[in-house]
């Protein structure tokens, strides 16, 4: 069964940079579109960015266009996420997961899931 695993979450200033990456245990990751996503608290989970299978192809969310990058390293299983100008609305879990579906910013077509890194900016 693949596993994700999410790291580098944690407490920054408005205005400050994070990076969260992403391992997943599965030899066919590069098979796989991966996505970034983030829940508040009290909000429902949101599309926040993803890449495809080559890496060639990252789409984002409007709310993160600019400030966000996403890329993906296939020799080392992994997928980053840099986040530049943090806001306090960037606070959120964030979860990155795997699609066969190239390209989805639909949840319900991911169908393998991390625990999930907390991000919380502080303004």
């Known amino acids: 069964q693949v596993q994700l695993v999410e790291s580098g979450g944690g407490l920054v200033q408005a205005g400050g940079s994070l990076r969260v990456s992403c391992v997943a245990s599965t030899r066919t990751f590069s098979t796989y579109s991966v996505g970034w996503f983030r829940q508040a608290p009290g909000k429902e989970r949101e599309f926040v960015a993803v890449i495809s299978r080559s890496g060639s192809a990252p789409y984002y969310a409007d709310s993160v266009k600019g400030r966000f990058t996403i890329s993906r390293d296939n020799t080392k299983n992994t997928v980053y996420l840099q986040m530049n100008s943090l806001k306090p609305e960037d606070t959120a879990v964030y979860y990155c997961?795997?699609?066969?579906?190239?390209?989805?910013?639909?949840?319900?077509?991911?169908?393998?899931w991390g625990q999930g890194t907390q991000v919380t900016i502080s303004s």
């Open positions: 997961a795997l699609s066969i579906v190239p390209m989805s910013t639909s949840l319900n077509q991911y169908n393998t």
